[in-house]
């Protein structure tokens, strides 16, 4: 079946526009998963969602960064006033209901100039 | 805290020698491991996992791991690299209280030559 799909691939955005970005898990995941991985480095967690509740949003660098999955399936991660510092490559994962090993979407790239 | 550690930056082999990709963790209690594997401007891709139960786990493309609780290590091994396998490779840890947030190292960039 369909693995977990993003969009935009890649976006770049001049510092101080908002983006939104978009994660489509696995059909049945109800778990999902974002994440910010900066050149170089591992990914590193940003938020946790069991269907449509935000159970974990600790991550979150700053007020800046806002995620939703109103309806428990596709889930957008928005940023504010974004800041040079935002570049990184924004990863979503989901998971089965049970296991816990998470599938990654193929990412976005995001440049802030 | 729970924190992996990926002490090899970069591992070059040549093809159809032993690869090892070398992983330590530190977590309370027992972690669950995983490895990933990223190819360029892709995402990562679930290989392997470690739960319980056996210490030496089976993955994808022939690899496999080794749990070792003294050592606190989670190695993952290839017995005949292959130039296909070059890509970056991710240790992963989930720990008993954070029962789905990965720690994830920093990577180490596998090299294999022809």
């Known amino acids: 079946g369909a693995g977990v799909s993003q969009s935009p691939r890649y976006k770049v955005a001049k510092r101080g526009q908002d983006v939104a970005l978009r994660c489509d898990p696995i059909?049945?995941?109800?778990?999902l998963f974002w994440y910010q991985q900066a050149l170089g480095q591992g990914p590193e967690f940003l938020t946790y969602?069991?269907?449509?509740?935000?159970?974990?949003k600790s991550g979150l660098p700053s007020d800046r960064f806002f995620a939703e999955r109103p309806e428990g399936s596709v889930s957008t991660l928005k940023i504010q006033r974004t800041q040079q510092e935002d570049s990184a490559v924004y990863l979503c994962?989901?998971?089965?209901?049970?296991?816990?090993?998470?599938?990654f979407g193929p990412g976005t790239r995001l440049t802030v100039t | 805290a729970q924190s992996v550690a990926q002490p090899e930056d970069q591992v070059n082999v040549a093809e159809g020698n032993p690869l090892t990709v070398k992983c330590t963790y530190s977590v309370s209690g027992n972690p669950y491991l995983f490895w990933y594997v990223q190819y360029p401007n892709r995402g990562l891709q679930f290989l392997l996992k470690y739960i319980t139960g056996d210490n030496l786990v089976k993955g994808s493309y022939g690899f496999e791991a080794e749990f070792n609780k003294s050592q606190t290590s989670f190695h993952l091994k290839k017995p005949s690299a292959l130039v296909s396998d070059s890509a970056l490779y991710f240790c992963?840890?989930?720990?008993?209280?954070?029962?789905?947030?990965?720690?994830f190292g920093a990577g180490t960039t596998v090299t294999v030559r022809a």
């Open positions: 992963a840890v989930i720990g008993p209280r954070n029962d789905y947030k990965l720690s």
């Open positions: 059909s049945g995941h109800v778990s």
């Open positions: 994962a989901s998971s089965r209901p049970g296991t816990p090993e998470q599938y």
């Open positions: 969602f069991q269907n449509e509740a935000q159970l974990d």
